[in-house]
């Protein structure tokens, strides 16, 4: 185990499912530009994603995704923390989770323990 996972809170497991991704500023669906991602791996407190465009850093999106080893959506905001282009001419986007109540984290932290 090396020093960042000792310091992450939240056991991170590697999953891969289809995330739909879109502007928190879009007031309707015409406005919304949504990109269909692929997790990488994911934590109760974000994910990381293959991204076929660009997303700014800081930037506050919204998140959907079915829960690793479940039929529940998940629905929320996330931010942007880092992005990086792939080789392939994707891009790999960190986004961790906000505004989520406790029971909300302890609800996905239990669904991804369950894949891992």
């Known amino acids: 185990m090396d020093i960042q996972d000792e310091r992450r809170r939240f056991q991170r497991v590697t999953n891969q499912f289809n995330v739909r991704i879109f502007h928190e500023t879009a007031r309707d669906v015409k406005e919304t530009s949504v990109k269909i991602a692929r997790s990488i791996?994911?934590?109760?407190?974000g994910i990381l994603?293959?991204?076929?465009?660009?997303?700014?850093?800081?930037?506050?999106?919204r998140v959907t995704f079915v829960k690793p080893n479940s039929i529940e959506l998940f629905e929320g905001s996330a931010r942007v923390v880092r992005t990086s282009k792939n080789?392939?001419?994707?891009f790999s986007v960190a986004l961790v989770f906000t505004?989520?109540?406790?029971?909300?984290?302890n609800d996905l932290d239990y669904q991804i323990r369950m894949t891992a």
């Open 49 to 61: 994603l293959a991204v076929n465009g660009f997303l700014e850093e800081q930037k506050t999106v």
């Open 99 to 105: 505004g989520l109540s406790e029971s909300e984290v």
């Open 41 to 45: 791996n994911i934590s109760a407190s």
């Open 87 to 90: 080789n392939d001419l994707t």
